[in-house]
């Protein structure tokens, strides 16, 4: 079973910051998703990747196959980027990481 | 489209009684997901459709559990009896593609509570 390990758990920023979110696992995978989960409790995916980089607007998600780790960024944050995200990792099943919770002070 | 379509958003219910939780997929997407999400689990996948086959039950937590896929429009997933341990958000998510390899459409999950 593959572990998936995220890392801050918790992380508070100033609006403006650049963040940056990361997730490691341990078995080779074909793909990785990266998801976002509101204080509403609905789940919205950001990316799904396999390999390189990928953006949408601020959000910015890499992978490095060889080293099993990925990372989110997050440029200029704001408030509204203030959720869970969530990283889950695909090989013969769908593992997910524990969640970062991100709050963003105005 | 109006996405992943999930009934009840809430149910309360007491426990050893019957539970069922309705998922209608996107039109046109091939797998179908069934997950919990507690506090102190986070989210698990507890099984998983291709093609209104189940390929993957390894996550249902017990025999009390029991999911079904009668065509590619509606899938449902029963508790019976129910345990206060039960009480959780169960999401269903929809995807075009295989395991892991397509994106995922998540319903707005159900909330359930087992007294």
């Known amino acids: 079973k593959n572990e998936v390990e995220q890392s801050p758990q918790n992380l508070t920023a100033q609006e403006g910051e650049f963040i940056t979110i990361n997730c490691s696992y341990s078995v080779g995978i074909s793909a990785l998703h990266w998801l976002q989960q509101h204080p509403g409790g609905g789940i919205v995916s950001l990316f799904m990747?396999?390999?390189g980089k990928k953006k949408h607007g601020r959000l910015i998600a890499t992978i490095n196959i060889q080293e099993k780790h990925s990372s989110l960024h997050i440029t200029a944050s704001h408030p509204r980027d203030s959720a869970v995200y969530i990283c889950?990792?695909?090989?013969?099943?769908?593992?997910f990481g524990k969640g970062t919770k991100l709050s963003v002070i105005p | 489209d109006a996405g992943v379509i999930q009934s009840p958003r809430h149910e309360v219910t007491e426990m050893g009684q019957e539970v069922t939780l309705r998922c209608k997929p996107i039109s046109g997407h091939n797998s179908l997901f069934w997950y919990r999400q507690t506090m102190m689990r986070g989210l698990e996948l507890l099984i998983y459709f291709n093609n209104n086959v189940p390929i993957d039950d390894s996550g249902m937590p017990e025999d009390r559990f029991s999911a079904k896929m009668p065509n590619a429009s509606f899938s449902t997933l029963k508790i019976q009896p129910s345990e206060p341990r039960d009480s959780a958000v169960y999401f269903c998510a929809s995807s075009w593609d295989r395991l892991g390899t397509g994106e995922l459409f998540f319903g707005e999950g159900s909330r359930l509570t087992v007294l």
């Open positions: 889950a990792v695909a090989d013969y099943q769908l593992t």
């Open positions: 990747l396999s390999s």
